[in-house]
């Protein structure tokens, strides 16, 4: 057995395997629809064969991997432009429940079950069926359900309450390093990072700082290597 061959062929396998989401984009990954998890099936055969199948011309199956990544692609491109394809290329979301009743007949027809309901809707925190008024089974396999609005969550605006701006989160030291784009991008610098944390914490420094991140209201927050606890609940 050609081992060298075995180790070219596997990282082959590998480097394309990597190279194919950023072709078909972020949403093939969040979005999974019935279409984009048979092509993921086949892609996966594909590439194990073409790391240990010494059998096939390498060749050929790079050529499939080629084609379906392409064919993929080229359906992706059709669903973006065209609405009534959309549908058919990855499917179309189907009602289960609806006005608190649930759709039996559509439940059929997708082959959904009482059990499968009951546990979409308890992952949405809901183990009361009469808390939902809609519930939606997306193209992704996933259930997004509108509950009621006796049962629904109270935000600030319904009490009245005053509300403040939020910004985007800044991740400024991971792993104990800093994170030098962010402080380039908002014209943060070390030194004032020092300062606000010799304000929250005496006698630290930012060698003990493992994680530190400007928060939503502009607020820091840091975690330190020692964290000062004598009796952790889970310790590795």
Do not use: C, H
Request: charged share 25%; no cysteine; aromatic share 8%.
């Amino acid at each position: 057995m050609n081992y060298a061959e075995i180790l070219m062929r596997t990282i082959l396998s590998v480097g394309l395997l990597l190279l194919i989401p950023r072709i078909l984009g972020k949403q093939t990954l969040s979005n999974m629809t019935s279409n984009d998890f048979v092509i993921s099936i086949t892609l996966g055969s594909l590439a194990a064969n073409l790391a240990f199948n010494v059998s096939l011309k390498f060749t050929y199956l790079v050529l499939s991997i080629v084609v379906i990544t392409a064919t993929s692609f080229l359906l992706s491109f059709i669903a973006l432009k065209s609405r009534r394809l959309r549908s058919w290329i990855s499917g179309s979301p189907t009602v289960l429940i609806e006005e608190g009743k649930i759709m039996e007949a559509n439940m059929r027809k997708i082959r959904y079950t009482l059990d499968s309901l009951d546990q979409a809707l308890r992952k949405k925190d809901i183990f009361n069926l009469e808390e939902v008024d809609y519930a939606v089974l997306e193209d992704n396999g996933q259930v997004s359900v509108m509950k009621k609005a006796a049962y629904q969550s109270v935000t600030k605006q319904d009490l009245g309450l005053a509300l403040k701006s939020q910004a985007f989160p800044v991740e400024l030291i991971m792993d104990g390093k800093l994170v030098e784009d962010n402080f380039k991008q908002y014209g943060l610098t070390r030194e004032w990072l020092e300062t606000e944390l010799a304000k929250k914490q005496k006698g630290k420094t930012l060698a003990d700082v493992f994680y530190a991140v400007k928060g939503t209201q502009q607020q820091l927050v840091f975690d330190f290597y020692e964290d000062g606890l004598q009796q952790p609940l889970d310790r590795e």
